[in-house]
């Protein structure tokens, strides 16, 4: 990693927090304790071998620490020092949603972030105690990457690639791109569903907590200030 070669404070900060990567570590340790195959999924082009050097850098510098989480190999929770490092990426969220919203690039039109996003952020609770499979059909995707389950259960949503077995009772159709614009808060589901950009099929009770289940991001809520071209 490179220094600043200062004794400044901002300088010793500014070499840990604005490292390529690390900002995004923090933002998934934000809501808690993760694995190392989650943590590899919120940040899909960083290899495996970069970012568990990432980690053990952050471990030495006493921003992340190993955790616990029953099993047997342990996963990463942020230190009191780390969670001082979460209002700078919630200011960092902000500043993006004002100021960078715009049609996405190619290269930022990415999959795996987006069923990864659906799988960890989404409220499986939404449909109480009843089992909700949820299907999402990404229609510009080729066959095998077309579809895609969401298994509610046990206070758990699932993410499976091939279907589970039993009823589907929530069905997804959009592009992938408008799954991102709605995840990103560009569009709304009512505004996506009024525009036919998303169809929503399936059971009734399921289809009416479809925004409770999705569970979007606060930053969905803040208004883009960047003037259109």
């Known amino acids: 990693m490179k220094s600043y070669g200062q004794f400044c404070p901002v300088a010793k900060a500014a ?30 082009l960083m290899s495996p071998s970069l970012l568990s050097s990432r980690l053990k850098w952050l471990i030495e510098e006493g921003v992340v620490a190993r955790h616990d989480m029953g099993e047997k190999r342990l996963g990463y929770v ?13 200011a960092l969220g902000i500043w993006g949603q004002r100021w960078t919203r715009r049609q996405l690039k190619e290269h930022e039109v990415d999959l795996g972030l987006l069923v990864w996003s659906l799988e960890s952020t989404t409220n499986p609770n939404a449909f109480g105690t009843r089992r909700c499979l949820v299907r999402l059909e990404l229609t510009d995707q ?5 579809y895609w389950w969401f298994l509610n259960r046990n206070g758990q949503c699932e993410l499976c690639v091939e279907d589970p077995g039993g009823d589907v009772n929530l069905y997804l159709a959009c592009t992938l791109p408008d799954a991102i614009y709605i995840v990103r808060g560009d569009l709304t589901p009512a505004g996506a569903i009024e525009t036919q950009s998303l169809e929503v ?8 907590q479809l925004v409770s289940w999705l569970n979007l991001s606060p930053l969905t809520s803040i208004k883009s200030c960047r003037q259109t071209a």
């Open 201 to 208: 099929l399936g059971d009734s009770w399921a289809s009416h």
């Open 142 to 146: 080729t066959e095998a990457k077309r």
């Open 15 to 44: 070499e840990l927090f604005c490292e390529r990567w690390n900002a995004l570590i923090v933002r998934d340790l934000a809501v808690g304790p993760r694995r190392f195959t989650e943590l590899k999924r919120g940040v899909p």
């Open 78 to 90: 942020l230190t009191e020092a780390g969670r001082e490092f979460v209002p700078l990426v919630e």
